[in-house]
């Protein structure tokens, strides 16, 4: 009886959430909330050292690194290899020690991610060097008649780079948070909360008009030393690729308060829609402290609809079928007009 009483009492709980501030999260799905309720890393001394120091020690290795670089190998190229190199032993991580093996990467997962991967690097890129952010505030410059504001260019170069990150960054978190209050942004972004795992490449993944959209930002408006942009890359993915990851980490303190992590980004793409309405910013989760949307905790059931997996061909369409049919069910809203009776009815 009393053990009865008990598994009552926790689907009770389970049901009625858990209160954050003037939120419920959770009613839907199962989440985690609160630092304190979140596993650590166990084992011996070496490996409780590498998860913990980890994202650190590669933070501040590729600040000193870019800061220091002769300008022979201090250009985007040398960026490109690193990027690369640095996914790589985050996969090999994956496998070492996971988070969660329900989001164990698979190899049709891989196949999906990396043809995303490539859409982002060519089709993406391509359309970006003719209408992305750079071009648009290029064309407001010229129609106004002022040119880049250009006084930082006297500040430190880790300076520069740190307002070259946040500048992206805090455009981000208000073009993200405004695709999931605004509905015609919000559908070629619900493609990427279809999602059911994270891995180290699902930040690609995803309809390619919300990809590019997302990359909008405003430094066309600013001027900044070449190097500090290069620093500013390296800063920004040396924090935000933990987002979508299949690690775990004893993350320090210091950096869950500041950073974005992948505890905060899982919360973001949880089943359980209050959760999921939280933790916008891409890599400053400071950003979302501001402004009372950051959530501290994590999920592991992750997705729409009960954790549907939508195909690559689903993905590329979905924005705008249903942007179709909206449009038609106002029209015929607006005209009175009733839909055709299915056939053989």
């Not at 994956?94 to 995303?116: A, G």
């Not at 405004?178 to 993944?205: C, D, E, F, R």
Request: a positive charge; aromatic letters at 16%; charged letters at 15%.
């Amino acid at each position: 009886m009393i053990r009865t009483n008990l598994a009552e009492r926790l689907w009770e709980m389970i049901m009625d959430g858990i209160r954050v501030g003037k939120r419920v999260i959770g009613r839907q799905s199962p989440v985690t909330i609160g630092w304190e309720n979140i596993p650590k890393v166990e084992g011996g001394p070496i490996k409780l050292f590498f998860f913990t120091y980890f994202q650190p020690i590669v933070l501040f290795g590729l600040i000193l690194f870019w800061l220091y670089a002769p300008n022979s190998i201090a250009k985007a190229s040398t960026a490109v290899w690193i990027s690369v190199g640095f996914k790589a032993i985050l996969l090999g991580l994956e496998w070492v020690n996971p988070r969660y093996r329900s989001w164990q990467l698979t190899w049709k997962e891989l196949v999906t991610d990396l043809f995303y991967v490539g859409l982002g690097y060519t089709l993406i890129k391509y359309i970006e060097n003719y209408v992305g952010s750079d071009s648009i505030a290029e064309y407001i410059r010229d129609y106004f008649h002022f040119n880049k504001l250009n006084w930082f260019m006297g500040l430190p170069i880790l300076t520069q780079a740190f307002l070259i990150s946040f500048i992206f960054d805090f455009g981000q978190y208000w073009m993200h948070r405004g695709m999931h209050n605004w509905y015609p942004l919000w559908l070629p972004h619900s493609v990427h909360h279809y999602i059911t795992q994270l891995n180290v490449n699902k930040g690609a993944v995803g309809n390619p008009l919300e990809l590019f959209l997302i990359g909008l930002g405003m430094g066309g408006f600013f001027d900044f030393a070449p190097r500090a942009f290069l620093l500013a890359g390296a800063m920004t993915m040396a924090i935000s690729i933990y987002q979508h990851i299949n690690v775990r980490f004893n993350t320090p303190r210091w950096w869950r308060y500041l950073f974005n992590t992948v505890e905060h980004h899982s919360l973001h793409h949880s089943l359980d829609f209050e959760a999921s309405r939280s933790n916008f910013a891409n890599t400053y989760i400071f950003i979302d402290r501001i402004f009372g949307t950051c959530v501290d905790g994590e999920a592991e059931l992750l997705g729409m609809e009960g954790g549907r997996r939508m195909s690559v061909r689903e993905q590329m369409t979905y924005p705008y079928l249903q942007a179709f049919k909206a449009v038609r069910e106002k029209i015929r809203k607006r005209f009175g007009i009733q839909p055709a009776p299915a056939r053989g009815h």
